[in-house]
């Protein structure tokens, strides 16, 4: 909005809401205030359809799958034991992370353990996410790894004949969503995958969209810089060719204070000497940029609470280590309140000519792929592998899936993988539970720590607080 109200004429390309934090947590996803893109009850509930799209078209292979395994004249000798697609829905439920299918009726009995995952964690959405178009969608929904025959030879998607079947379901999901800021901007909306267990950014084609129709894009990569802008950079960019010109980090204060050792019962209160030792975590990220050889300016998105001496603690530093922090009083003010920060993101990007630098090469092994950005991105001394995970390693080599990306499921909590770390933690190991192969997308997704990907719902979620009336005005998004 900043950047159209100076003259220049930028499109934001941003993520679709998952129902399960509008429900869960978070609540909606569309901005506040008057920083907002909007309808906001439509594209909080349901939108175009999207998620609906990707949830079927993944549960489509699931449904073959299982039909597969229980049809004596057309099988394909597959392992129920090797099988390791799930099912997906679109909301919190830990329930479901672990079940048995094939009990009851009277069809040939395969009973079997397996789950479900949210659907922003689903391969068919990154699929979706990284496809260039309707072609190369199908041919990577193709690639999706399902499981070994009992004579070990590798099922993809495409020996169950249904990947042409999947892509006719997304052939409207594959198009990019046209909406709105409060102030009349164009916003493309399309694509949802989680940062801390999926890319966690939108799609390429909504991206390339947005550059073909204005003269700037403004994109998001959700979550910390060590997990959203880690993925933007080394798998879309690297698998998209896109080259970014500048970085916007964004931080609160609240949040540094967090980092700074704040109780989250405080965090509205002012403590200039916790946003100090919060910097540290700050820090970090504002390296982590550097690595990839991009120039930033730090956003410091204004909450009411916020003090001038914690905002002025936040823009010393920032000045000690050579990059500018603004002020984005967005929330407040709409594209008023970032308009200094706007000039200078211009400038930036106006004089970046060289190309980013990858933090790593998908020929290298896996493990130095998941070792590089360990210690480089998150800080860790090393990463350990559980027996799961060795074996997982061993699978991946055998199907000669070495060269693909890497994308590393870690909770958004902290640096680390132990979300009780705060700050900028240091001598820790990274512990890799597990590594889910994802061909078809192009990544293999190596799970540390606790993290889960089909997430839970709070205590009190916020879907308690959702409501609509007599008339259809829905209630309780935000």
Not at 3 to 9: D, F, S, V, Y
Not at 116 to 139: G, P, Y
Not at 433 to 459: D, N, Q
């Amino acid at each position: 909005m900043a950047m159209n109200r100076i003259g220049k004429k930028t499109t934001a390309v941003l993520r679709e809401p998952s129902l399960g934090p509008v429900f869960g947590i978070k609540g909606g996803a569309t901005g506040g205030g008057y920083a907002q893109v909007v309808p906001m009850e439509d594209i909080n509930l349901h939108f175009t359809g999207d998620f609906s799209a990707v949830e079927k078209a993944h549960n489509l292979l699931s449904a073959a799958i299982d039909n597969n395994l229980q049809n004596k004249k057309n099988t394909l000798g597959l392992d129920p034991r090797t099988v390791i697609w799930k099912r997906v829905m679109d909301m919190n439920d830990r329930a479901l992370r672990q079940i048995v299918v094939g009990l009851g009726g009277d069809f040939v009995r395969r009973p079997r353990e397996t789950g479900f995952d949210i659907t922003a964690a689903s391969e068919v959405m990154a699929i979706l996410c990284l496809s260039d178009n309707l072609e190369n969608l199908k041919t990577r929904l193709g690639n999706i790894f399902v499981g070994f025959t009992y004579d070990k030879k590798p099922i993809y998607a495409r020996d169950l004949k249904v990947h042409g079947a999947m892509a006719a379901l997304l052939k409207d999901a594959i198009q990019p969503n046209l909406v709105q800021t409060l102030e009349g901007n164009p916003a493309i909306i399309h694509g949802g995958p989680f940062a801390n267990i999926a890319q966690g950014t939108n799609t390429v084609i909504a991206t390339r969209m947005g550059l073909s129709l204005s003269d700037y894009v403004v994109t998001e990569a959700g979550f910390g810089f060590d997990l959203g802008a880690e993925k933007f950079f080394d798998i879309k960019c690297q698998s998209s060719g896109l080259s970014p010109r500048a970085v916007v980090l964004v931080a609160t204060i609240r949040a540094l204070k967090y980092h700074g050792g704040s109780d989250l019962k405080t965090l509205t209160t002012p403590n200039p000497a916790a946003v100090a030792k919060g910097m540290e975590n700050l820090d970090k990220h504002l390296e982590n940029v550097s690595l990839f050889g991009l120039p930033m300016v730090v956003a410091i998105n204004k909450f009411p609470t916020d003090t001038d001496e914690e905002i002025q603690v936040v823009r010393d530093r920032c000045k000690e280590k050579g990059v500018e922090a603004f002020l984005s009083d967005v929330w407040a003010k709409g594209g008023e309140g970032a308009l200094e920060m706007a000039e200078a993101v211009a400038r930036l990007a106006d004089a970046q000519q060289a190309p980013f630098k990858p933090l790593y090469d998908w020929n290298w092994s896996v493990e130095e792929k998941i070792r590089t950005i360990a210690t480089r991105i998150y800080g860790a001394e090393a990463v350990d592998y559980t027996p799961k995970a060795k074996a997982d390693l061993r699978k991946i080599d055998r199907l000669g899936l070495n060269h693909l990306a890497v994308c590393i499921a870690k909770t958004q909590k902290s640096l680390s993988d132990n979300p009780e770390l705060l700050g900028r933690p240091k001598d820790f190991v990274v512990t890799v539970r597990e590594i889910e192969i994802a061909s078809g997308a192009g990544f293999v997704v190596p799970i540390t720590g606790e993290i889960m990907r089909m997430p839970g719902l709070p205590e009190v979620p916020a879907a308690e607080f959702i409501d609509v009336d007599s008339e259809g005005n829905i209630t309780g998004l935000f």
